[in-house]
């Protein structure tokens, strides 16, 4: 059971590229979420997924783009990247309501921008 | 919103100790979750605890148990005999148990194990 499988690890891009964050979960999971953490701080909610077909906006989303067509895949995309975007990034995963609350997380995505 | 504080940067405690991290949250909101995660140099969060808000007892598991005041909005860890792998980042985190049921998380305790 791999839980939550994020790639890559890590990254480097140039200002203005773009590129895919891949995150699959193989634990037939309803929800699955993006954050971002910075250095020091906390994880801050990029975007958010209830079921395939279905996205929303969390705290910080933009720059960053998301489409979830199926249950197991919840890609983040960023376009024209700034050096604000520079973080590592998470992706989790969750049963709905009700369940224990708890969320799966990947190992994270270490994303510099230059 | 949720919010969730985390007032101590950084914590350190002697091998075999115990030490306590505070964690205080705002919710109006009367069933929710609260979690304590551990971030180790890894990367990896990994789940220390966690909390139903309808349950008076305190969670415990083996070593971690939590000081749970739903009047005060408190939510500590407590670390027993503590060991070097104990060392990380802690966070305190929300969960609603309605609508998205993102984490909501605190800024964070590092934690320092003196050998």
């Known amino acids: 059971n791999a839980g939550v499988t994020q790639t890559p690890k890590f990254r480097i891009l140039k200002i203005g590229q773009s590129m895919t964050l891949q995150c699959t979960q193989d634990m037939n999971h309803n929800y699955m979420y993006w954050y971002r953490q910075d250095p020091g701080m906390g994880l801050k909610l990029i975007y958010y997924s209830v079921g395939a077909g279905i996205t929303d906006k969390g705290e910080v989303p933009n720059g960053y783009n998301v489409s979830r067509s199926t249950t197991e895949d919840f890609p983040l995309r960023l376009e024209l990247a700034a050096p604000s975007q520079t973080s590592v990034y998470f992706c989790a995963s969750s049963y709905g309501h009700p369940n224990t609350g708890e969320l799966f997380f990947g190992e994270g995505s270490r994303l510099t921008v230059l | ?115």
């Open chain 2, 1 to 115: 919103a949720q919010t969730v504080t985390q007032s101590q940067p950084e914590m350190s405690v002697q091998e075999a100790e115990t030490v306590t991290l505070s964690c205080t949250y705002d919710t109006s909101e009367s069933d929710y979750y609260l979690f304590w995660y551990k971030q180790p140099p890894s990367r990896q969060m990994i789940l220390v605890i966690r909390q139903e808000a309808y349950k008076q007892q305190n969670a415990t598991e083996n070593r971690f148990s939590v000081n749970f005041q739903k009047a005060a909005k408190s939510f500590s860890l407590k670390i027993s005999d503590s060991q070097l792998g104990d060392a990380a980042m802690y966070f305190c985190a929300y969960r609603s148990t309605f609508g998205n049921e993102k984490l909501t998380f605190g800024t964070g305790t590092r934690l320092t194990i003196i050998p």
